[in-house]
């Protein structure tokens, strides 16, 4: 079992990224998934998750109009579209998997994820 993000990189101030959450040995369609960040010197924050059958999106407030998560089950794969992007996004970026209310929660509550990723790095700079 295994979830893997990537996407990440160098971007300007103002640019976009788009990070993608693989699953492996699980089907990621019957999960939610959440994205969290970590940046240097800062705890780790929820930044949006979608329900298994993306019914349902929550963004935080830092985030919201920029950010836009999507999935496509059939190639057991999310992704984190990030337009906009502003020095304070620069973070370590990780997917995580959630099976408690896949179908109806939002929760960012990162003790309610089952699975985790290894993160990807964020650097927005000029």
């Known amino acids: 079992v295994q979830l893997q993000a990537s996407g990440g990189g160098l971007v300007q101030p103002g640019g976009s990224l788009r990070l993608s959450c693989a699953a492996s040995?699980?089907?990621?369609?019957?999960?939610?998934i959440g994205w969290f960040r970590q940046a240097p010197g800062k705890e780790r924050e929820g930044v949006g998750s979608?329900?298994?059958?993306?019914?349902?999106?929550y963004y935080v407030d830092s985030v919201k109009g920029r950010f836009t998560i999507s999935r496509d089950n059939g190639k057991n794969t999310v992704y984190l579209q990030m337009n906009s992007l502003k020095p304070e996004d620069a973070a370590v970026y990780y997917c995580?998997?959630?099976?408690?209310?896949?179908?109806?929660?939002?929760?960012?509550?990162?003790?309610?994820?089952?699975?985790w990723g290894q993160g990807t790095q964020v650097t927005v700079s000029s």
């Open positions: 979608i329900t298994s059958d993306s019914g349902s999106t």
């Open positions: 995580a998997a959630r099976s408690y209310g896949a179908t109806w929660s939002t929760s960012l509550n990162s003790y309610d994820y089952d699975y």
């Open positions: 040995g699980f089907t990621l369609g019957y999960y939610a």
